[in-house]
């Protein structure tokens, strides 16, 4: 069966300092990977996507930046941190080319102090 | 610009009471119509909706869609304090990703 990992599942980084949130799929080959972040009553925004290795989709212009250096490998980084990326950050998988709904990681609550 | 809207955002009940959540959208094109419970981390899928009119039932959930209104109800009958969470209804507008609302925010007290 397909699993999702996400980790850390907590972190608290200083203002200026960079990032790296790993995801990584199991049970599958070639998903269509995704990141989002979650701020109170907004819902979900997409920040990432990914159809296969080093390719990037970019939703929203930001301090962040996205890598796929393996098929079931997304991460997400930043090399300067900012007060505004605070966040609950959800990765995402589904197959490609299917239209069902995603199977989320179990998010990473990052606080930039 | 795709969108997609729910109320109310908050909502507080009593065990036993039932609860409808509202989702409504706007999108150029719609292939199907998701929800999911998200209760501290991660959502978790509730129902796909494709088709007007067709009820789909699980346990003491219920949703269904209206194309032509183009909104969607999701029912919880009968709740509980479990089902203290964070609804999202979510369309696929044949993009590469989902357009999500901004949740619901259910709380059942005891």
């Known amino acids: 069966s397909q699993t999702i990992h996400q980790w850390p599942a907590t972190l608290v980084q200083p203002v200026g300092s960079p990032l790296s949130l790993e995801c990584t799929v199991e049970?599958?080959?070639?998903?269509?990977l995704y990141w989002y972040r979650q701020a109170a009553g907004r819902g979900l925004q997409l920040l990432f996507y990914?159809?296969?290795?080093?390719?990037i989709s970019s939703e929203v212009p930001q301090n962040l930046s996205a890598s796929r250096p393996q098929d079931r490998q997304f991460i997400l980084s930043s090399k300067k941190l900012l007060l505004s990326d605070s966040g609950f950050y959800l990765c995402?998988?589904?197959?490609?080319?299917?239209?069902?709904?995603?199977?989320f990681g179990s998010g990473t609550r990052l606080t930039v102090v | 610009e795709d969108k997609v809207v729910q109320s109310p955002l908050s909502l507080v009940v009593h065990e036993g009471d039932t609860v409808t959540l509202n989702c409504s959208y706007e999108?150029?094109?719609?292939?199907?119509l998701l929800w999911y419970k998200q209760e501290k981390k991660a959502p978790t899928f509730l129902f796909m909706l494709?088709?007007?009119?067709i009820e789909k039932k699980s346990g003491r959930l219920s949703s269904i869609l209206d194309k032509k209104e183009l909104f969607s109800i999701l029912n919880i009958t009968a709740t509980q304090t479990g089902d203290s969470a964070i609804y999202l209804c979510?369309?696929?507008?044949?993009?590469?990703?989902?357009?999500f609302g901004p949740g619901t925010r259910l709380s059942v007290l005891p």
């Open positions: 995402a998988w589904n197959e490609y080319g299917a239209n069902y709904g995603y199977t």
């Open positions: 049970g599958t080959s070639n998903p269509n």
């Open positions: 990914s159809v296969g290795i080093g390719q």
């Open positions: 999108v150029t094109n719609f292939r199907s």
């Open positions: 494709t088709s007007s009119g």
């Open positions: 979510a369309v696929d507008n044949y993009g590469q990703n989902f357009v």
